[in-house]
């Protein structure tokens, strides 16, 4: 079956970039989306279609998509951008999660 | 505003069933394809259903193909998810899911999830 691959974790200085990987066989074939999980909260979508924000996510969060590695990346991290990030994508009628990353900003 | 309201949460016994409502608001419900996903407190993600506006289209992870049931009812706005032959390791919060809809599909919203413990 098909996987998504994540780091477990990335720490980042507040005003500096983060950039969170997710890797799958030809996953530049594929569109992805990300979405943000605070704790004790329903996960929130901040990226689709590779590199599209939803109404209302800031211009900081970006995305892109290539070979085998798509890319979250949030430029001038802020305190409140700490959470569990997920990839996800789909194969055939089945939607596969990345296995998460918590950004931690120090 | 769109709004999913999950219910029908609680404690059930291994082997035993339980039914997960979605209550929707703010959208047309029945253009809309809807999903069911899990977390596992602590843990990450698990698609577990899709079913389309219609409701003639419906898909399963294979964690939980012949056991669980997602349906809905268009004349309620409302999605459930009927789970039989509950396992220990089927213990997770359910979300239920609205399709967006593009070139390709995410998820957005989410409800606020409902706890199923499967524990004897």
């Known amino acids: 079956s098909y996987a998504l691959t994540q780091p477990p974790s990335v720490s980042v200085s507040p005003g500096q970039t983060a950039s969170i990987t997710c890797s799958g066989d030809?996953?530049?074939?594929?569109?992805v989306c990300w979405y943000q999980q605070k704790p004790g909260q329903s996960p929130l979508l901040v990226i689709y279609?590779?590199?599209k924000r939803p109404s209302g996510i800031p211009e900081r969060f970006s995305g892109s998509n290539s070979g085998n590695t798509a890319t979250l990346t949030i430029s001038g991290t802020q305190a409140m951008d700490e959470a569990d990030y997920y990839c996800?994508?789909?194969?055939?009628?089945?939607?596969?999660f990345g296995t998460g990353t918590k950004v931690t900003v120090l | 505003e769109v709004q999913l309201v999950e219910s029908g949460g609680g404690l059930v016994q291994p082997g035993g069933s339980l039914r997960l409502s979605c209550a929707a608001s703010?959208?047309?419900?029945?253009?809309?394809?809807l999903s069911w996903v899990r977390q596992i407190p602590g843990k990450g993600l698990e698609w577990v259903s899709s079913?389309?506006?219609?409701?003639?289209?419906?898909y399963y992870a294979d964690s939980v193909k012949g056991r669980f049931t997602i349906s809905r009812d268009n004349s309620k706005n409302t999605l459930y998810l009927q789970m039989n032959s509950l396992r220990v390791e089927d213990t997770a919060v359910y979300y239920c899911?609205?399709?967006?809809?593009?070139?390709?599909?995410?998820?957005?919203?989410w409800g606020q999830g409902a706890l199923v413990t499967v524990s004897s």
């Open positions: 899911a609205k399709y967006g809809s593009g070139s390709s599909n995410w998820f957005d919203p």
């Open positions: 703010g959208f047309t419900f029945g253009s809309y394809a």
């Open positions: 079913i389309s506006g219609s409701g003639g289209s419906t």
């Open positions: 030809k996953l530049g074939n594929k569109y």
């Open positions: 279609e590779d590199n």
């Open positions: 996800q994508a789909w194969d055939s009628s089945t939607a596969v």
